[in-house]
């Protein structure tokens, strides 16, 4: 069936380096696509998105690509810093109906000094 | 900022008890889910309202779960009877409805259930 799932369980970086989580998914159906970022004991807060019309997109530190002929999303975050530290899910969508939301399995980004 | 509130934020209950949580979404959403997250996974989708209906409710397990949207604002979602495996997050969610694919989702900071 559909899934989003993430290659890395869990990535280390140092302060100030860049960091990258990919995200494999398999329905080619898929028209949009979401990172959200998990801290501990709270909610997923929305990060970026990206429409499948799209390879790239920006925002502030953040960039999302894809690539929809490996099926494949992955989230660059420039000068890491430690609030970066949490875990970061891929999700995608389904136009077709009430725009249903399915998360992938999560990595765990950890920002050492 | 608005944001989508939930109560309780934790919750401990014995199996077969019953519990409810209750989530206030932002103000004029029209669409609200409640998902379970297992720790260490990915959020799952239980239920989704657009106003006071339900338009799917195709994981919710209906012989213990119910979720209710009177009023198509506030919600709130019971488990009765409360099983070992009910051990949870409940993170609810809610995003305006303009019919545009990109209407993003807002969630609430969970309530955290454990059954003993």
């Known amino acids: 069936g559909e899934s989003v799932g993430l290659h890395l369980p869990t990535l280390s970086v140092q302060e100030g380096d860049n960091s990258i989580i990919n995200c494999a998914y398999s329905?080619?159906?898929?028209?949009?696509f979401i990172w959200y970022k998990q801290e501990s004991g709270k909610g997923p807060q929305f990060i970026i998105d990206i429409r499948s019309n799209m390879d790239k997109r920006q925002g502030q530190r953040v960039t999302v690509l894809l690539n929809k002929t490996v099926k494949h999303l992955s989230l660059q975050i420039a000068a890491t810093q430690p609030g970066d530290s949490a875990v970061y899910f891929c999700a995608e969508m389904f136009s077709g109906g009430y725009n249903k939301l399915i998360f992938g399995a999560g990595t765990r980004l950890a920002v050492h000094p | 900022e608005a944001e989508v509130a939930q109560s309780p934020r934790y919750k401990i209950t014995e199996k077969s008890q019953a519990v409810a949580f209750w989530c206030d979404p932002i103000?004029?959403?029209?669409?609200l889910y409640w998902y379970r997250q297992i720790l260490g996974q990915g959020p799952e989708l239980l239920v989704q309202?657009?106003?006071?209906?339900?338009?799917?409710d195709s994981q919710l397990p209906k012989d213990r779960f119910s979720a209710e949207r009177l009023k198509g604002v506030d919600s709130t979602l019971k488990i009765q009877p409360a099983e070992l495996g009910d051990s949870a997050m409940y993170l609810c969610?809610?995003?305006?409805?303009?019919?545009?694919?990109?209407?993003?989702?807002?969630f609430g900071p969970g309530t955290r259930l454990t059954v003993l």
């Open positions: 103000s004029g959403h029209a669409t």
């Open positions: 329905n080619s159906a898929s028209d949009y």
């Open positions: 309202f657009q106003d006071e209906s339900v338009v799917d």
């Open positions: 969610a809610s995003s305006p409805w303009s019919g545009g694919l990109t209407d993003t989702q807002y």
